[in-house]
Structure formats: C-alpha cells, structure tokens
C-alpha cells in the first residue's frame, strides 16, 4: 500500500511541475543560441569555436542530444533528487519534492533549453553524494555542474566553506574529482589545442557582468519583485498580464524596467527568496550555507532564470504554508489574475 500510495505521490508531483511550467508566458531567447551550440558540439565541432564559447559545454551537449526533453527531464530528476536531499537533511521527502516542483522559475525553466537546470542537477547530485559518503563522486558532480554553466561556483563556494570547516580530509578527493570532470567535459578542446583559448571566454563573459550594479538587483528584492521583470521591456503592465494565456513582453538586453506589484511579491515569497530561518537561527551547517552562498545569484541584477540553478536548496527551508501560497498564485495566473497596487521603477541601464 506504501508503495502506491509513493506512486501516487510521484505522479502528482510531475503533474504539478508541468502545470506549474506552464503558468506563465515568459520565453527565453537564449534557447536558440544553445541548441545551436549543442547541436555543433555534438557534430563535432570543438566548443570553443560553436556559436556560444562563453558557457562551458556539458549541458549543450545534453541539449543537443534533446532540445526540450533533456531539460524536462533534467527538471524532473532534479524535484525528486531535492526531496531526497531534504530527506538527508531531516526534512520531509515529499513537501519538499513539492515545493520545488511548484517554483514558477525552476518548473518554466525546466521546459526550455537553458543550461541552469542541469546546474541544478549536478549540484544536488553533488550534495548527496557527499551526504552519502561518496566523495569522488561529489566532486565528480561539482566539475559536471561548473562545466554545465558557472553560477554553480555560487552553491559551491558554501559546500567547499562547509568542507573546509567540518571535513577537511575530503577536500582533496573533492578537488580533484571536480577538475577531472571539468576537464573531461573540454576534451574536444584539449584534443584541438583549444582548450586556454575558450578559457579567454570564459574571463570575457566574467568581464562582461562585472559591470552589473548589484543594487538594481537588491532594490527588486527588497520591493519584492524579481519574478520575472529582470531584463524584459515590459511583462506586467496592466495590458499585457503574465498568464499561462499570454506571451507579453518584448525581450531587449540593454534596457528594463520593474513593476512592483501585489502580484509578484506573492510570488516571490512563496518561493522563498530568503529563508526566514536563516534570518532568525543563523548556522554554519550544510543546508544554510548553501543557501547563502546562493542569494548573491538569486537575487543580483542580472537574469531571473539564474535562481533556477540554485533553486533546490531555497526549498530545503520550505513549510506546508508556502507550498500551499505557490498553488494558489499558479491557479491564480491561469485565471488572468489582473495587476494590483502596480507602478513602475526604471528604466535601469544594462551595459
């Protein structure tokens, strides 16, 4: 009986992600760009002369393979790896599983081909190999999620903080293990002798976002509102809602503006931008390190569907109450939920 009922619980879970993927309009331009790369990579041309040199190449090879599926599925595995995650840390298996699958971001992600999904993936991974004592293999994983995109530098800088604190001697296998995969995911480069040659595009792209004012980024969300306004001219401006019904907004790079409302506050609470506990009971343990080293990049200025790659670990810190404000926003956006108390900040320059 456990066991269907597990089922039945599994299944509702998927339901609910693809439900939740599909309750807003926002697309991505970047998919393009990545299934153009993935499909070159795979083809066999070195990533470091494919059309998108500046991201490093394991998840567009996985792209490759499946434009839409391998993300999906990606996104899937990663719901039920969180609540496993949870489970070790002495959270419940199925409200956290939950919890990430009704996360607006994570889920709408997770039905394109973005590389943040399969960060996710591999830094989770990560974590519970290292929980179950597998410490090759936990840094197997880290260089697989460096390698897919380098906003897993963010989750990781917390996970080597914690390792240097409580469990030094897994420091080397973790190291060395992370470089391995890192490197491995580049052979095609090193084969080619091209391998420092895309590293200067990794340094470009570092240049390139160091500009960013992080404080455009914390005014959204002290405001309340980082939902799905970063870099988009204009998604929610009383004529055009953001509904599972509509596609508004037209995406421009160089400029943006914000719209404070009732409505993505709701949303960005629900979600759980911060944990209150790590407010109330700061620690140094696993959990609330990671969560901290991930704010930085769930919260700065830059592109709202980088909280996808840190997502996971936000939901660690969930309660029933916040499951339960994510249900009632994604069937209010399928009802056209109209602006509230909406006003405009901006617009904020990019470059």
């Known amino acids: 009986m456990k066991v269907l009922v597990d089922w039945v619980r599994a299944l509702a879970v998927v339901v609910v992600f693809v439900i939740t993927s599909l309750s807003v309009g926002f697309t991505f331009a970047d998919e393009v760009v990545y ?11 070195p990533p470091a002369l494919t059309s998108n040199p500046e991201h490093p190449p394991l998840a567009k090879y996985l792209i490759g393979l499946a434009p839409r599926w391998a993300p999906f599925i990606a996104g899937v595995v990663t719901v039920f790896l969180t609540g496993w995650l949870g489970r070790l840390l002495g959270r419940p298996f199925w409200l956290v599983s939950l919890s990430l699958a009704t996360d607006i971001i994570f889920a709408r ?21 290292y929980l179950l004592g597998r410490r090759w293999l936990s840094g197997v994983l880290w260089g697989a999620a460096l390698a897919s995109k380098f906003t897993a530098a963010f989750p990781l800088a917390g996970f080597v903080f914690y390792v240097l604190l409580r469990d030094r001697k897994s420091l080397a296998p973790i190291t060395i293990g992370a470089a391995v995969a890192f490197l491995a995911a580049h052979a095609v480069d090193l084969a080619h002798g091209l391998f420092l040659y895309h590293l200067q595009f990794y340094w470009w792209l570092v240049s390139f976002h160091s500009h960013k004012n992080p404080l ?47 409505a993505p506050w709701l949303g960005h609470v629900a979600w759980r931008a911060v944990p209150v506990e790590l407010i109330r009971k700061p620690s140094l343990g696993l959990d609330a390190l990671l969560v901290a080293s991930s704010v930085l990049i769930s919260q700065s200025g830059w592109f709202y569907w980088y909280f996808a790659a840190v997502a996971p670990f936000f939901h660690l810190y969930t309660r029933r109450i916040y499951v339960a404000i994510q249900l009632i926003f994604i069937a209010l956006l399928y009802l056209g939920m109209p602006p509230i108390l909406t006003w405009p900040l901006g617009p904020f320059k990019t470059g």
Do not use: H
């Not at 992600?109 to 190999?129: E, H, P, R």
């Open 35 to 45: 299934m153009k790369a993935g499909l070159g990579q795979l083809s066999g041309t």
């Open 109 to 129: 992600t997770s039905s394109f081909a973005m590389l943040d999904v399969f960060v996710a993936l591999f830094s989770v991974s990560a974590v519970i190999s």
């Open 216 to 262: 455009t980024g914390w005014l959204t969300f002290l405001m309340g509102a980082p939902w799905y306004v970063y870099y988009t001219k204009f998604l929610y401006n009383g004529t055009d809602t953001v509904t599972a019904l509509s596609n508004p907004g037209v995406y421009k790079v160089l400029e943006y503006e914000i719209q404070v409302s009732i």
